[in-house]
């Protein structure tokens, strides 16, 4: 029986054109992350995509290793040396790109640099050409004591509670940091959010008929009154569902993951998120992030997807159901917009596609005292309500009436 429900919804014209669709998404998606990362050779010619990530891998690895306040002084001097050369000094566009051709391979502790002397919800470009050989080695400190300053300014309210866990978060950073290519997770990153929304969606849409196809055809009276139609019938629809849910989900995130990290590289992995998303107080590296989006983002459509199950199996309509991942995923998050309560808006389930911006922005949540980051509560919690849905679904439908 679920292998019949399973070729049911694929026969369907409107589901293979959708499977489509998903694949050349997959692939427009793919190509636009790719061309993220982008390198700039000694003549001033721009490039991106897969020559470009070759070059920079090069050039950044050069700097490879731990950023101590040796490498960091010696990063001070190359940058300096570069800013006096005739290429920086001049006012022709094509000579200044030659410069910063130069630039690319400490680029990224460039970063690190201009974000510690920058003031916490600032960033100043070019704060590194007046920082010292003697200040440099003074970053890690400077990321606890900026946000320390920060936190005593009352630009935002915090409780006690609150401060201290961003506080504590910030000195258990391990430090000093592993520079090295990961502009591949980078980009990875940044595009993944949209990516998931789009299959999400697509995912809805294929298992919003499960349950509302024999009510659409007439087939009800039969369905139910066979032998198994009212239980091992019912459980082969939820387990279609989930298969569904799980397979497409996990093949189209591995599709897109290795067509990128194919050509970008999977350099970095294990070099911390704070080289990218310096404010950030999840500890964790970019493979760690990553991990930790994906599965966000499986809870956020296995979600919507029982969601629209539930409703398609309570109002016998396809048409109806198709909306609920929509409305949960799309519309939650405009709402979130227009409602004053950002303590309510986090518990929002489009929250659970949203793990990147949670991770860069550092939202947390006061649960009675506790105080813990958004990502790390509403997974299990929408992991819990996920298993609380199934027996629901089950006996909502098991118990439908036939007219």
């Known amino acids: 029986m679920l292998r019949f429900e399973i070729k049911k919804i694929f026969s369907k014209p409107k589901n293979k054109i959708a499977v489509v669709l998903l694949f050349i998404v997959l692939i427009i998606t793919s190509i636009l992350t790719i061309n993220r990362v982008e390198y700039v050779d000694e003549n001033g010619k721009h490039s991106v995509g897969i020559s470009a990530s070759h070059h920079l891998r090069e050039a950044k690895n050069e700097w490879a290793g731990y950023l101590t306040e040796e490498i960091l002084r010696k990063v001070i001097d190359e940058n300096t040396a570069i800013n006096n050369s005739k290429e920086a000094l001049s006012d022709d566009?094509?000579?200044?790109?030659?410069?910063?051709?130069?630039?690319?391979?400490?680029?990224?502790?460039?970063?690190?640099?201009?974000?510690?002397f920058s003031g916490y919800r600032d960033y100043d470009y070019y704060a590194v050409n007046n920082v010292s050989k003697d200040e440099v080695g003074t970053?890690?400190?400077?990321?606890?004591?900026?946000?320390?300053?920060?936190?005593?300014?009352g630009e935002e309210k915090f409780t006690t509670e609150e401060k201290n866990f961003?506080?504590?978060?910030?000195?258990?950073?391990?430090?000093?940091f592993y520079y090295?290519?990961?502009?591949?997770?980078?980009?990875?990153?940044?595009?993944?959010?949209?990516?998931?929304?789009?299959?999400?969606?697509?995912?809805?849409?294929?298992?919003?008929?499960?349950?509302?196809?024999?009510?659409?055809?007439?087939?009800?009276?039969?369905?139910?009154?066979?032998?198994?139609?009212?239980?091992?019938?019912?459980l082969s629809k939820i387990v279609a569902g989930f298969s569904i849910v799980s397979v497409f989900y996990i093949l189209f995130i591995l599709l897109y993951t290795c067509i990128v990290l194919f050509v970008l590289g999977v350099d970095g992995a294990n070099c911390p998120i704070q080289l990218d998303l310096w404010r950030s107080v999840y500890n964790v590296t970019f493979l760690q992030a990553y991990l930790l989006i994906v599965l966000g983002g499986y809870v956020g459509t296995l979600f919507a997807s029982l969601l629209a199950m539930l409703v398609s199996a309570i109002?016998?309509?396809?048409?109806?159901?198709?909306?609920?991942?929509?409305?949960?995923?799309?519309?939650?998050?405009f709402l979130s917009r227009i409602i004053t309560l950002p303590q309510l808006c986090s518990f929002f389930p489009d929250q659970l596609l949203e793990i990147y911006l949670n991770i860069k922005e550092s939202g947390l949540i006061n649960l009675g005292g506790k105080i813990t980051t958004i990502a790390t509560f509403i997974i299990p919690l929408y992991a819990i309500i996920c298993l609380m849905i199934q027996p629901i679904l089950y006996n909502t439908y098991k118990k439908a009436e036939i007219k």
Request: net charge neutral; proline share 2%; with cysteine.
């Open 93 to 116: 566009i094509v000579e200044q790109d030659k410069a910063y051709a130069k630039k690319q391979g400490i680029a990224g502790i460039i970063d690190v640099i201009n974000s510690a």
């Open 139 to 153: 970053i890690y400190e400077r990321r606890i004591s900026t946000l320390k300053n920060w936190l005593d300014s």
């Open 166 to 176: 961003l506080i504590q978060q910030y000195e258990n950073l391990k430090t000093p």
């Open 180 to 234: 090295e290519y990961a502009d591949g997770w980078s980009a990875l990153l940044q595009n993944i959010s949209t990516f998931i929304l789009i299959l999400a969606l697509v995912i809805g849409f294929f298992v919003s008929g499960i349950f509302s196809d024999e009510f659409q055809t007439k087939s009800d009276s039969i369905f139910f009154s066979t032998k198994l139609g009212r239980n091992k019938g019912v």
């Open 315 to 333: 109002t016998h309509s396809t048409t109806t159901a198709i909306i609920v991942p929509f409305i949960v995923l799309c519309a939650f998050p």
